[in-house]
């Protein structure tokens, strides 16, 4: 009887010894203290990019969404060139009637918060920048061109003439004083003072046009009640609106114009422990000392938002949309380009409600795709189709009417648009030439040519024919027979003329 040999596996023991080590591991993330929903919390918002509608929503539903959840402090971590106006003043307003104090940190390292962003940390609860980062530059860039210059106005001759009278008047004036000086310091030297006393300078108006200095003026005076609010260097803000100065971090300390300078967000947190700042309703002592932050990520909508903000994608949808329209004009019924044209051109007008667009570039640009449009039906030689496509580029170039960083249309972008628009003009006159000089395809004309067979004799002159599956009546030669390969010459109402086609004839 042979002796079996058996090796037996400790599984019994593996398993147990692997049930103990999960049941360790339990009781320590156990024995971990967790963070509850109340504990006190920090919410970190990114601006990072070009301040715009996207960021405006972002920002604003986080600052809810931190006053909901009561938390300590709101911390914009900012990263900018600038932005639009409207946007920035809408933030900032959110800001200064917020229920949970915001602190604006520029950073990390090599991070800006320029034009816009200069405005924003005036406007914080707290001013903090990270050491190599810089501010400034806030002269605001003006949207929608230019202003009505009232000094560079025309004036009418009647205007002219007062005018020249009224200078006139002034300059006997000024020698009628000058003869009274003469006689009064010749009368007596009491009376010499008065008169050699310098009359006070005339303020001077600011150079460029009337709104140009409205705007910058409103700019002005906007920061300067946004640093006397927190006791920052009003004068400073003031020069950076005027004259587009900016500062290093450690110089905007050393003038006033930030609170502090923190390298990291966790020193920032221990350094604004226990300051009291002032808030819509009263005065608030900062606690953040060890307490947890939560950084708010982009959702969807805002993402979703930025993308078609984008200035040239708003640019591309609008192409796509004008011409999704124009081809299911010209093919009713193909569904599809009208389905995605009308989608894309109520993205891209949903863009440019939001966006900087100058209206004259926007009309600029359906007129010259009207042009195209009507070149196609009515024959002028491609002069509408080569107008309008110089319309479209020209309204391209002009549509976003703004300086502003991050909110122009790439350049290169509108020359690949209107070069592909052109190539495609070409191509559609091209191809409508090529169908004029190609033979007909329908009608009765389009048999002049086709081989024909006979089916009748053609004793007096005529007989009858059978061509494309119909049989016609005929004049040729008598010696055409049945079954003889004709070709037609010429079609005379419903009668075909034909001729032998080859030499060989039915016997």
Known sequence: MKQQSFVRTPRRGLFGLTGLVLVGLAIVLLALPQPRADDPVVHVLDIDGPIGPAIKDFMVRGIEQAEEEGSRLVVLRMDTPGGLDASMRDM?????????????????AGARAASAGTYMLYASHVAAMAPSTNLGAATPVQIGGGGNDEAEQPRSPLERARDALDDSAGESAEESAEEDQGSGEADGAEEAPEAESEPEPEPQSAPGSATERKVLEDASAYIRG???RHGRNAEWAERAVREAVSLTAS?????????????SLTELLEAVDGREVRMHDGTQVLETAGVRTVVIEQDWRSRFLGVITNPSLAYILLLVGIYGLILEGYNPGALVPGVIGGISLLLALYAFQILPVNYAGLALMVLGFALIAVELFVPSFGILGIGG???VVFGSIILMDTDVPGFAVNTGLIAAMGLAAA????????LAARSHRNPRVSGTEALVGLKAESISDFDDGKGRVHVEGEDWSARGPESIRTGDRV???AVDGLVVQVRPAD?????
């Not at 003038?255 to 923190?262: E, F, G, S, T, Y």
């Not at 190539?423 to 091209?430: D, E, N």
């Open 92 to 108: 900032i307003s959110k800001m200064l009637n917020a229920d949970v104090p915001v602190a604006t940190w520029v950073g990390p």
């Open 487 to 489: 070709e037609i010459e």
């Open 226 to 228: 946004l640093a006397e």
């Open 423 to 430: 190539l495609t003009f070409f191509v559609i006159i091209y």
């Open 503 to 507: 030499h060989s004839s039915h016997v």
């Open 251 to 263: 110089e905007a300390l050393e003038i006033n114009v930030i609170d502090l300078v923190a390298e």
């Open 389 to 391: 496509v110089f319309a």
